[in-house]
């Protein structure tokens, strides 16, 4: 067997990206040379390690990461950013109030053409757009992360041009819960009714009880997606909004009255069938008619009733 004698330049360069070693050594300037390198797996391995020492000077090079055309390496970078954690909450920030901070990740040689690469959600993006792909992963970190820093400017990302940024948005202020609850409830006053109904439907995910009376108001909205949003959000809050909505039962404005007895239908506690039985004498013919389909309801469930249609009303 001949034995090829490898160029000591390329010994080192094979060294220097050899990811096991870099670990093992928590070379952090290496691991982040090796964020460079033409291979993927490499990339890819070293965004891995790099969350494994919680470096400040890792933040930088992993968000430029997050504009990977592998999804692999984004996904290692995302990952490693969340595990690093404080320092990495400044800079995530930073690019969700300010979209042109992304250009500050871009290597002055990036390759140019209509590469496709995917992003959260599936979302097909080409690779001149990865600026707006970082802002979206931004999102998606920090409600890993749960720094309470981020909840204004995630909150105030609701009311983004993307709907990628948005849609993570959304999703990463309902893991804060209470803590996301007072700039969602201000956003229930937003001139915007889009911005409205996605503020409703993050409160109901929050799953906190002071999520309630911001939605039982939202009922009052002009707005009938509004309306139905708060309806829904107060649905999934279940049994912390049952004793709220009961109340509401009582409220003069008919909207409240309605979606309440339609929330009380779908939440299903029978605590709740003596307001809805008041509420079947409601001078308002919708009212009542979603009143009484709620006692059905509810009854049914607690097999008070037969499970048969009953037959149809003239109301």
Known sequence: MQWKRVPAEEQQDERRFNIDLLRADEDVDG????????????????ALALGDFGEAKAAGPLIRALGDPLTAVREAAADSLAMLGSPAVGPLVELIKHPEASGNYEESTAAGGAV?????GGQAWEIATRRDL???YAAAIL???GDLSAVGPLARAL?????DLRCQASGALAKFGSEAVEPLAAMLADPNPERRIVAAGVLGETGDA???????????????????????????MGDAAVDRLIGATKESDRNVRLYAAGALKYIGDPGAIDALRALALDEDKDVRSVAEDAIDKIQMVRGEMPA???????R
Do not use: F, K
């Open 31 to 46: 691991l982040i040379e090796a964020l460079g390198s033409d291979d993927g797996l490499t990339r890819q391995r070293a």
């Open 116 to 120: 496709t690469v995917t992003g959260p």
């Open 134 to 136: 970082r802002r979206v």
């Open 143 to 145: 409600g890993e992360i």
């Open 159 to 163: 009311g983004d041009a993307n709907d």
């Open 210 to 236: 002071s999520a309630v009376d911001p939605l039982i108001g939202a009922l009052r909205d002009g707005n009938n997606d509004v309306r139905g949003a708060a309806a829904g959000a107060l649905i999934r």
């Open 308 to 314: 048969e249609p009953s037959p149809p009303t003239s």
